[in-house]
């Protein structure tokens, strides 16, 4: 009687044992589907991160680009706009001369003068006013640049995860910085 109660008993912890075991195997599974489901997630989160990586250097490529470009046309603007200048100053000259009589020359000298004063004024107050304008620009860019690249630097540091398994089946985390 004893036997057979001692063999029921072991038909018992070995039904347990199964149904345990096969609790674990269903438990690792799920765990083994969850895993690749996280790492193929992790995968097209990298491989769209190198896309958009790729997309900012081009497009910082192109700004570079056109920002020598633009230095380029603005240094022709100046010199046509000095070209500009002094051709006025031929054509006032000229017109000051043709219309002038020998009555009234020392009127038309101290015109020409006052003509040539202010017009450089005019010129040098222009000419300081484009320049402190263009150091301002220059001064957004470059803070646009130091700003973009902060950015840049702090969206490409990474955080790794590992994850560690524990005796009672339970998941823990462990961030690290890289």
């Given at each position: 009687d004893t036997q057979?109660?001692?063999?029921?008993?072991?038909?018992?912890?070995?039904?347990?044992l199964h149904g345990s075991a096969n609790a674990a195997e269903e438990r690792e599974h799920a765990l083994r589907k969850e895993i690749e489901r996280v790492l193929d997630r992790e995968k097209?989160?990298?491989d769209e991160l190198g896309g958009i990586l790729?997309?900012?250097?081009r497009l910082t490529m192109n700004f570079t680009?056109?920002?020598?470009?633009?230095r380029?046309?603005?240094?022709?603007?100046?010199?046509?706009?000095?070209?500009?200048s002094a051709l006025r100053a031929k054509v006032e000259d000229t017109t000051v001369c043709s219309s002038a009589s020998t009555d009234v020359e020392s009127l038309r000298k101290e015109f020409q003068s006052l003509l040539k004063t202010s017009r450089a004024e005019s010129q040098a107050l222009?000419?300081?006013?484009?320049?402190e304008r263009k150091s301002l620009e220059a001064d957004l860019r470059r803070a646009k640049r130091e700003r973009q690249a902060?950015?840049?630097g702090l969206t490409t540091t990474s955080t790794q995860t590992n994850i560690l398994y524990t005796n009672c089946n339970k998941i823990t985390h462990n961030a690290m910085s890289p």
């Open positions: 057979r109660a001692l063999e029921e008993q072991v038909i018992r912890l070995k039904e347990l097209r989160l990298e790729k997309e900012f250097d680009d056109f920002d020598g470009e633009r380029k046309l603005e240094r022709v603007v100046d010199k046509q706009k000095e070209e500009l222009l000419k300081a006013s484009e320049d902060e950015w840049y």
